[in-house]
């Protein structure tokens, strides 16, 4: 080192302290550089400014813009497994960094494969303090990983270690998807790869350049591959494995400038054996999503999208053989009206038939999902099952001409309606959990969608549709409400729920036989009487559901089982749940308004920090090895690590993982913290809201004026203080820092 010792503001940093095993820099930004020291020659300090010198990469200099060091210890001994696991057709293990590791090469075994054998050395990445490996395209069966560090180049046997036993499970292929059709995708049905198909690994850094070479030639840019497939002479399966988060702007380009990627055959429904698949827990798109034309066989698996261009998923325009599954699907772009949340989350559309959508979190969405418009031909058959409707308002699904099975699917406080038909379609609604949903099912134009809550009707006003009404079988479904809104009536009843309560159909003047929301069938395989008709269309049920040369095999769960099950550790979304987590409260069960909170974190989301190739270089926050960027301002989804947010002079955060509202003008003064003094603030006033969230219990620090004594609002609660310092700890949550007194918050820190 070229110092022996080095005195930077407070901070004094031994040699031997440098000679330990990793140093994580703050920057005042909140983002976190982390370094192997034993991959470094230097670290220098002048004044404010820091170098650090890599053995090996290009010199990385700081500028004033540093909030904190701390060096770190990284384990010893054995690699030291924190957690692993199996799941669907997959599993996992995090270990902690090794001392001196510059890699790790992981092999599994069991179920088909007999003999330890490597994984893909993309499926191991480096996060902030530990390592991880997914494992994908595994049978259902007992497996085992084993780690092997490499040091200086070389595996060090004596130092692996080795997992339990981790049970893999194998996904459900059952529904319209699979109806008659073996291996949609790149996968054949016992979870593995098919024959001859190719691999190909995304991140942000190579969306744009990375390669694959597939039977037609060999393409460059995800776009690009994607592309080649419609020429109709690619002969290979592919499988797309994203890993960690893909932002608007790191593609090669769009092939819809509506949507985003699309994925296109040569005609209608032309084969294409393609996977779309997520590694992990934080495989995100964000900023676009996908448009399908023309395709059959293609799935999407394991995979988050937020803030797409218009669709999270578009199945559009004569496509078949399609497996949507385990996909957290957030917000869309904001717009205007009902587009304040985006538009629609996973559509289906234009003739696409024989798919199916199961184990998808909705987060809060506007519109979920639109099956059918009006230019279907048809037959076409569509299957919803295990879906997690979180809160979101409608559209679940909002159906047109087409025929749908929904099963175990969880409607989870919805504000405006569940299922809904129109034009002609038929639904088999059958042993799905309804919790607060508003009206669990509506036909258009009678029953529920046009009562005004009198013995009157406005068909001028209809809940969800002016058009021609549809036909619903309902069998074994669970109702439950408890915030007096529910109202569901099925055909012929004499009792009706409506907003809650047990009424008489006498007592409303309504000819339940005329006026319903749905058939409610005695038993699964009744068939729907053609005496039973929309009221204005007089379409009747088609009986699908009863047709054995049309029906799948499958096995629903008991309705009173479907919440445990969709939100358990196989239910919906990607695996546990994803890397982003936010729980609404009962009391937005009535809302259709965009959740701020579940908005900021969106929006500050970029993935948690990892180095798919292990690399031991800087890694910084936002997923980039070795940038210095200082403009950029995109933050962690939500605050996990420790960092300092100061205030500039009109009282803009300088980290934008803090939401400020209603910013008071600035105040003379200063404050002077750990050696630093500060001479801009926020100046608290009754309209002054500080958001924020953090994952995990932490230490908050308040800095208000010098000369002043510490008084906030957290949550509601009143805290005063004899300084002008005021630090309390706090559980993982979400926090509002609002006025108590008049005062000048000039930082907020967080460790």
């Keep these: 080192m070229k110092y022996s010792y080095i005195l930077f503001s407070t901070l004094l940093v031994s040699q031997s302290a440098l000679s330990q095993n990793e140093v994580n820099i703050t920057l005042q930004n909140g983002k976190i550089d982390n370094f192997q020291t034993a991959n470094l020659n230097s670290i220098e300090f002048n004044q404010d400014q820091i170098t650090v010198n890599p053995i090996n990469g290009n010199t990385i200099t700081y500028d004033g813009n540093v909030s904190q060091i701390k060096f770190k210890k990284i384990a010893e001994g054995n690699i030291t497994i924190s957690e692993a696991k199996g799941w669907l057709e997959s599993a996992y293990a995090e270990w902690t960094i090794m001392k001196g590791a510059e890699s790790y090469n992981v092999y599994i075994k069991g179920g088909n494969i007999n003999e330890y054998k490597q994984i893909d050395n993309e499926l191991v990445r480096q996060y902030t303090d530990y390592v991880r490996a997914d494992v994908v395209g595994l049978q259902a069966g007992d497996y085992q990983l084993r780690i092997v560090p490499v040091i200086n180049g070389k595996e060090v046997e004596n130092k692996a270690s080795e997992t339990d036993v981790l049970t893999v499970k194998g996904y459900t292929r059952s529904g319209f998807a699979h109806l008659n059709y073996s291996g949609v995708g790149a996968y054949k049905d016992d979870g593995t790869l098919k024959e001859n198909a190719v691999v190909v690994y995304v991140n942000a850094n190579n969306a744009k350049t990375v390669t694959a070479n597939l039977s037609s030639g060999t393409f460059t840019g995800l776009q690009s591959i994607l592309s080649a497939l419609e020429k109709g002479n690619v002969t290979n399966p592919v499988a797309i494995r994203i890993i960690g988060c893909i932002k ?21 429904n032309s084969e294409l054996n393609l996977t779309i698949e997520g590694i992990g827990e934080d495989a995100t798109i964000k900023g676009f999503g996908f448009l399908v034309r023309n395709s059959k066989s293609v799935e999407f698996r394991n995979l988050g999208i ?80 295990h879906n997690w409707f979180d809160h979101s308002d409608s559209r679940h699904a909002r159906i047109r001409t087409m025929s749908v099975h929904m099963w175990n699917n969880y409607f989870d406080g919805n504000s405006k309606y569940g299922v809904g038909v129109t034009t002609g379609s038929d639904a088999f609604v059958e042993a799905n959990y309804f919790r607060n949903c508003k009206f669990p099912m509506l036909t258009s134009l009678q029953g529920n969608d046009v009562y005004d809550g009198s013995s009157s009707y406005k068909l001028d006003n209809a809940t969800f549709s002016n058009e021609t009404g549809g036909s619903i079988k309902s069998y074994g479904n669970k109702i439950v409400c408890t915030n007096n809104t529910v109202s569901y009536w099925p055909y012929g009843a004499s009792t009706l729920l409506t907003k809650g309560k047990e009424v008489t159909a006498e007592s409303l003047n309504i000819d339940t036989k005329t006026n319903f929301d749905a058939y409610e069938a005695s038993s699964r395989d009744e068939k729907v009487p053609d005496i039973v008709k929309a009221l204005s269309g007089e379409d009747t049920y088609n009986n699908f559901d009863t047709d054995t040369s049309l029906m799948y095999s499958y096995t629903p769960n008991a309705a009173e089982d479907v919440p445990s099950i969709v939100t358990g550790y196989y239910g919906a979304g990607r695996l546990n749940h994803g890397d982003l987590q936010y729980t609404f409260s009962d009391s937005e069960d009535t809302s259709s308004d965009v959740n701020t909170s ?108 010098d000369n002043e004594t510490a008084s906030f609002k957290l949550n509601g609660t009143s805290y005063t203080g004899n300084t002008s310092i005021y630090k309390i700890t706090i559980s993982p949550d979400s926090y509002e820092i609002k006025k108590k007194d008049s005062r000048n918050l000039f930082l907020i820190t967080l460790e």
């Design 598 to 705: 579940l908005a900021n974190l969106i929006d500050n989301y970029t993935g948690l920090s990892a180095n798919s190739d292990q690399q031991p270089s800087a890694n910084t926050q936002d997923g980039d090895s070795t940038s210095n960027d200082q403009t950029d301002q995109d933050t962690n989804q939500a605050i996990t690590e420790s960092l300092i947010c100061s205030f500039d002079k009109t009282g803009v955060p300088s980290n934008p993982l803090f939401t400020v509202i209603g910013n008071g003008s600035n105040s003379k003064g200063t404050a002077t913290y750990n050696g630093t003094t500060y001479s801009t603030c926020l100046k608290m006033e009754g309209s002054t809201s500080i958001k924020f969230t953090t994952t995990k219990e932490m230490e908050l620090t308040l800095v208000f004026g």
């Design 248 to 268: 608007d702007g790191q593609l090669d380009s769009y092939g819809s400038s509506e949507e985003g990627v699309q994925i296109k055959g040569k005609k209608a």
């Design 306 to 385: 937020m803030r797409q261009m218009d669709d999270g998923i578009s199945l559009d325009t004569n496509n078949s053989n399609i497996w949507v599954h385990h996909i957290d699907v957030f917000y869309g772009k904001s717009g205007s009206g009902d587009h304040a949340k985006g538009d629609g989350s996973i559509d289906v559309k234009s003739d696409s038939k024989y798919v199916t959508i199961d184990n998808c979190h909705f987060w809060d969405s506007g519109k979920s999902s639109m099956c059918g418009m009006k230019s279907e031909t048809g037959p076409n058959y569509i299957t919803y099952h």
